[in-house]
């Protein structure tokens, strides 16, 4: 890079001739839609305030253009994953002078989780493997993610404890981030248009309140229990306790009414309730009278 500054109608017709040559239902069929918007790609990177000593990874880089403004922020170096070989031998043509850039021609769910290599995480991922992603970030070492998901999506990351969008995702986002949905954006900002808008979501890091056997017992306790989001906590984890942790009925109800939650109910739980009772819970398992 050398400090060029393509306009929106230069990403425009780069994506189109891209989009030409490879043809508008492939790239729908494979969940690849190019953000030609300057401005949102401009955002994107301001909100996740890059220094010359961040180390970033670039989720998804396509075409470039994301990967073209992180550069001129001046970071330390840029891994720019991307899954697809033909765009991955475009993004070494395109950097291939700088030498901070480096292609990782890689499915990004097979780098995640990852420990201490990144600093910052940029991204404009398909939509549909959003989740994995997420899922994948949360059990990684960083210190902030800015990036694009679908808005339904990020909606969900950041919904207030009880509302129809609050879920196990939420629970788990709370937990491990400071999470923020910045701006939604318009379909219109992408080349092919996907069906739905997007938004940016600036996660910054916390400190884990959980030790990593208490999150993994959390993260497979949180889908059973929403699943029956409207029921007593109580109820639900007593299920939890017998289906999934072979405990007897009768110590799981003793268990889950010594816990003190009354008739809350699941939806309505805050993030903190739930780590609560994922150290409540990993305490009774270890008993050896838990199982007897």
Same mark, same amino acid.
């Given at each position: 890079?050398?400090?060029?500054?393509?306009?929106?109608?230069?990403? #425009?017709?780069?994506?189109?001739?891209?989009?030409?040559?490879?043809?508008?239902?492939?790239?729908?069929?494979?969940?690849?839609?190019?953000?030609?918007?300057?401005? !949102? /790609? #401009?955002?994107?990177?301001?909100?996740?305030?890059?220094?010359?000593?961040?180390?970033?990874? $670039?989720?998804?880089?396509?075409?470039?253009?994301?990967?073209?403004?992180?550069?001129?922020?001046?970071?330390?170096?840029?891994?720019?994953? =991307?899954?697809?070989?033909?765009?991955?031998?475009?993004?070494?043509?395109?950097?291939?002078?700088?030498?901070?850039?480096?292609?990782?021609?890689?499915?990004?769910? =097979?780098?995640? *989780?990852?420990?201490? =290599?990144?600093?910052?995480?940029?991204?404009? *991922? *398909?939509?549909?493997?959003?989740?994995?992603?997420?899922?994948? %970030?949360?059990?990684?070492?960083?210190?902030?993610?800015?990036?694009?998901?679908?808005?339904? @999506?990020?909606?969900?990351?950041?919904?207030?404890?009880?509302?129809?969008?609050?879920?196990? /995702?939420?629970?788990?986002?709370? %937990?491990?981030?400071?999470?923020?949905?910045?701006?939604?954006?318009?379909?219109?900002?992408?080349?092919?248009?996907?069906?739905?808008?997007?938004?940016?979501?600036?996660? $910054?890091?916390?400190?884990?309140?959980?030790?990593? #056997?208490?999150?993994?017992? /959390?993260?497979?306790?949180?889908?059973?229990?929403?699943?029956?989001?409207?029921?007593?906590?109580?109820?639900?984890? !007593?299920?939890?306790?017998? #289906?999934?942790?072979?405990?007897?009925?009768?110590?799981?109800?003793?268990?889950?009414?010594?816990?003190?939650?009354?008739?809350?109910?699941?939806?309505?739980?805050? *993030?903190? !309730? @739930?780590?609560?009772?994922?150290?409540?819970?990993?305490?009774? /398992?270890?008993?050896?009278?838990?199982?007897?």
């Amino acid at each position: 890079m050398t400090g060029e500054y393509p306009t929106s109608n230069d990403l #425009k017709a780069r994506a189109l001739e891209f989009v030409r040559a490879k043809g508008l239902q492939a790239l729908k069929e494979s969940d690849q839609h190019f953000m030609v918007n300057r401005e !949102e /790609l #401009k955002r994107i990177v301001d909100s996740a305030g890059i220094s010359e000593n961040d180390v970033v990874l $670039e989720i998804g880089a396509g075409l470039g253009f994301l990967t073209e403004e992180i550069a001129l922020r001046g970071p330390k170096t840029v891994y720019a994953v =991307e899954k697809d070989p033909e765009l991955a031998s475009l993004l070494e043509e395109r950097f291939r002078e700088d030498l901070r850039v480096r292609v990782v021609c890689k499915d990004i769910l =097979e780098l995640l *989780p990852f420990k201490k =290599e990144y600093t910052k995480v940029l991204a404009n *991922p *398909p939509f549909s493997i959003s989740s994995k992603i997420l899922l994948g %970030l949360i059990e990684s070492d960083f210190i902030l993610a800015s990036m694009t998901f679908q808005h339904e @999506f990020a909606e969900r990351l950041v919904a207030k404890v009880g509302s129809s969008s609050y879920g196990s /995702l939420t629970v788990l986002t709370s %937990l491990r981030f400071n999470a923020a949905l910045i701006k939604r954006i318009h379909k219109s900002c992408f080349i092919p248009r996907p069906d739905v808008d997007a938004a940016l979501v600036r996660l $910054e890091t916390k400190e884990p309140i959980l030790d990593p #056997k208490e999150w993994r017992l /959390l993260s497979k306790m949180l889908p059973f229990l929403f699943e029956g989001r409207k029921r007593k906590l109580s109820n639900a984890l !007593e299920d939890f306790l017998v #289906k999934y942790c072979r405990i007897r009925r009768s110590k799981a109800k003793k268990f889950s009414k010594e816990l003190g939650i009354g008739d809350l109910r699941v939806y309505k739980t805050p *993030p903190s !309730e @739930f780590a609560r009772i994922a150290r409540k819970v990993k305490c009774f /398992l270890e008993e050896p009278s838990s199982h007897f």
